[in-house]
């Protein structure tokens, strides 16, 4: 299924447009669909079993609730005129050709439900509008294909009233879960967070065992003591990050690179063992419960721990949901310190240093790497770091401007706003839809391959822990290698000086072929 | 009797599109929007909402982004709509308010360009695989009763002409409820059948996208949730009493 492999472009090799619409092909991922959660699952996180007898009544049922409950979903619902804007904006529709990948078409696999029982014209003119009941072939599709979206929101960028396939993926899961068919790989993981505080089932023993190796081999390689604290009371700033980080390559050595910016400045920082997880995969299942849930375990952590801050890590869809749904659903953070933004991201924790001086660099460091960035989709459309809008843009590549002398972007309408998705996104990451995570990366990896041609650029750098598992994963099949995917924090780790670091003899380190599979249930 | 029944059908159409748009409206503001989920980058205050709403309506920005084609052929057919809607205030108004007098020329053209912007949309509806595929029957019949909306508008103009002092009348008429005769013309019938049907129609189809626009919260709520905490009534009351709580 790869065509290109090109480490090393031959020069004038012509490179697909990433954009490039492919010929419709219909049915072409009609069989993709992800393993069903099991019954212990389903119910560990407040959902049936399995299929219930009346799951169709029930179904519908769920959607009319959702629709009244939501102006989003109706509003979108109602709205779309099947104008075709959104129709070439879905990575996997431009890497597989399934027309039930394009987003209208995806939401059509549920307004055509939401009108036929919810609409007068869908009632009674159902073929005229498109109009279907549900079915089980009906339900087995919306299994498929709502599986079948990142939930990135590029089609809400390009559509004239901002409907968001999103919004409309995340309902058709809810549904789905309320009827006791939902998706393993999202349901379990929530409900190891529930109970252990991560993605992982790291618990507190191995943690703190994880990060007390992980202080000693940054004292053997940099000859500074820098910490990495677990549940430490009174601690100005508790760490929120993705689980990855504590395990898979290339994101710990970003948590590396938090911890040396907290160290070089002398912050008083904390993990928590009880909130030992950012992601929030309540978000990709449509559950507000399932999300506000997790997120009280953050709040009560803060709490217990009595820190004044909550920074969150390197990781798009808990930026997201940290962002813009934190203090709705856990608030109000009356207890933090309110001079800091509730929360705050690693990166403009980081930029704020660097603006102010505080860091010390040798770019140099980094000069076997010739860098560019994916802007993660959740950070890009669904929240903004710094002061300014489209500060999510800037403050990451101002970072690795900052400790890396060749950086290029990637095409112009492949990037910031226009950003294509990893692949992986949304809750698909699970190795069951690696044939869709391959195929949905084309766009971002043709992406790459330009700049790679054209600017000899050897490493992409992400902020979120999806993206830098998925890349990990597919980057070989576009010719690259796993390890080409790196964290921002990792080029700051990579490139800052510590006070009473060792010199010399260090520039390169060869490490991190093999780790990078360990945390495929990493968020 | 064709008076009367093209009476009772205008005010019959009008009521329900007017409660039509009223109720959708209505339902829409009442409807809660629990989570801020602003399309970013956003604009941080509600003026700057109110400016990018503005360039979405105006200048379709979004959907300029997306396809030039579809916005050069959507903008043309709405741009051309508003001043056609303009131009007929004259049938509705006596004396005919002086800009209205001002603009009939610019009305008349915009009307060829609504026309050519319809058949526009519909032949990448026909022609464009994507498109195609995406389109039910009421899509493709909601371009052709436009067109011929206008197409038997301007055939009054250029082909068959009708009287519109008489037309004029019969509308005033409706207005101040002193019912004037309408002319059995047949053009004319059929361009007022047409109106009719697409009064009836509009709010109970995807033709009243317009007020989704505004009520859409990616495009209308601004990007301000660390400044302002977001409370949606439906989540005022705890969803379940505290974290792990259940376990």
Redo the contacts between chains.
């Keep these: 299924m790869v065509e290109l492999k090109i480490r090393q472009p031959v020069p004038g090799e012509e490179i697909p447009d990433p954009a490039a619409?492919p010929?419709?092909v219909p049915g072409a991922m009609a069989h993709s669909r992800p393993y069903l959660a099991s019954p212990e699952h389903q119910e560990a996180i407040?959902f049936p079993g399995e299929l219930v007898d009346d799951w169709k009544e029930r179904a519908i049922g769920k959607l009319g609730e959702l629709?009244?409950?939501?102006?989003?979903l109706?509003?979108?619902l109602?709205?779309?005129?099947?104008?075709?804007?959104?129709?070439?904006?879905c990575h996997y529709f431009l890497g597989t050709g399934d027309?039930k990948n394009?987003p209208?078409?995806r939401q059509?696999l549920l307004r055509k439900v939401y009108r036929r029982y919810f609409?007068?014209?869908g009632k009674y003119?159902p073929?005229?509008?498109?109009a279907e009941d549900l079915t089980e072939e009906v339900l087995d599709e919306w299994y498929s294909y709502f599986h079948q979206c990142s939930q990135c929101?590029r089609c809400?960028?390009?559509?004239?009233?901002?409907?968001?396939t999103a919004?409309v993926s995340m309902a058709a899961r809810e549904i789905m879960d309320s009827v006791g068919k939902g998706q393993k790989y999202c349901n379990e993981i929530i409900g190891k967070v529930?109970?252990f505080g991560n993605n992982l089932g790291l618990q507190e023993k191995a943690h703190r065992a994880t990060l007390e190796d992980l202080e000693e081999d940054i004292e053997d390689e940099t000859g500074v003591a820098v910490r990495l604290p677990l549940d430490e009371k009174g601690a100005d700033i508790l760490l929120v990050t993705p689980s990855a980080d504590f395990f898979a390559e290339p994101h710990i050595d970003g948590l590396i690179g938090y911890a040396k910016v907290f160290h070089h400045v002398g912050a008083s920082w904390t993990i928590s063992s009880y909130a030992s997880e950012a992601a929030n995969f309540g978000m990709f299942i449509g559950s507000?419960?399932n999300m506000?849930?997790?997120m009280?375990?953050i709040?009560?952590a803060a709490e217990d721990l009595g820190v004044k801050r909550i920074i969150f890590g390197e990781c798009g869809h808990a930026w997201r949901a940290a962002?813009?749904?934190l203090?709705?659903?856990a608030?109000?953070f009356d207890f933090l310190d309110r001079r800091y933004?509730?929360?705050q991201h690693i990166c403009e924790y980081t930029y704020d240093l660097i603006q102010k001086g505080a860091l010390n660099f040798d770019k140099s460091l980094n000069d076997d790497i010739r860098l560019t960035f994916h802007d993660s989709c959740n950070v890009?459309?669904?929240?903004?770091m710094g002061d300014k809008?489209?500060g999510?843009y800037e403050i990451p590549r101002a970072i690795l401007r900052a400790v890396c002398n060749h950086f290029y972007d990637m095409p112009a309408d492949t990037i910031r706003?226009a950003t294509f998705c990893c692949g992986g996104g949304g809750g698909l990451l699970t190795d069951d839809l690696l044939e869709l995570r391959i195929k949905g990366a084309q766009p971002r990896m043709r992406a790459m391959q330009q700049v790679a041609q054209d600017h000899g650029v050897t490493h992409i750098a992400a902020i979120c822990a999806i993206c830098k598992t998925q890349f990990a994963k597919v980057m070989p099949e576009y010719g690259f290698e796993m390890d080409d995917v790196v964290s921002v924090h990792q080029m700051v780790s990579n490139a800052i000086l510590l006070d009473g670091q060792n010199t010399g003899g260090e520039e390169d380190d060869e490490d991190g072929e093999d780790g990078a599979e360990r945390a495929v249930s990493g968020g | 009797m064709l008076t009367s029944l093209y009476a009772v059908l205008f005010y019959g159409a009008t009521m329900v599109l007017v409660a039509g748009i009223a109720y959708r409206v209505w339902q829409y503001s009442t409807t809660p929007a629990p989570l801020k989920i602003p399309t970013t980058p956003a604009p941080l205050t509600r003026g700057g909402v109110a400016v990018r709403l503005a360039r979405e309506v105006v200048l379709f920005e979004s959907l300029f982004k997306a396809n030039k084609w579809i916005w050069l052929f959507g903008w043309v057919f709405h741009a051309g709509l508003l001043l056609v809607l303009m131009r007929h205030l004259r049938y509705f108004t006596e004396p005919v308010w002086g800009w209205v007098v001002l603009m009939q020329p610019a009305g008349l053209y915009a009307s060829f360009a609504m026309v050519a912007g319809l058949l526009g949309l519909w032949a990448r509806r026909i022609f464009v695989p994507r498109i195609r595929y995406i389109s039910a029957p009421s899509d493709h019949l909601m371009l052709a009763l436009l067109i011929a909306i206008g197409v038997s508008g301007l055939a009054m103009r250029y082909v068959a002409r009708t009287d519109i002092v008489a037309v004029k009348a019969f509308f005033l008429g409706l207005i101040y409820f002193d019912w004037q005769p309408l002319p059995a013309d047949p053009v004319l019938l059929i361009h007022l059948t047409l109106v009719v049907a697409l009064m009836v129609i509009f709010p109970v189809s995807k033709l009243l996208h317009g007020p989704g626009l505004f009520f859409s919260p990616s495009r209308n709520q601004p990007d301000d949730a660390r400044e302002r905490r977001h409370v949606a009534p439906s989540l005022t009351t705890p969803l379940r009493a505290e974290a792990g709580a259940k376990r």
Aim: net charge positive; aromatic share 10%.
């Design positions: 619409i010929a419709l407040g629709v009244a409950n939501s102006r989003a109706r509003v979108y109602d709205t779309c005129v099947k104008c075709g804007a959104c129709t070439d904006k027309p394009m209208v078409a059509d609409t007068f014209a003119f073929w005229l509008v498109g929101r809400s960028v390009y559509c004239p009233y901002g409907i968001d919004e529930m109970k507000q419960d506000r849930e997790l009280l375990r709040r009560k962002y813009n749904f203090d709705t659903l608030g109000p933004p509730v929360p890009s459309r669904a929240s903004r809008p489209g999510q706003e």
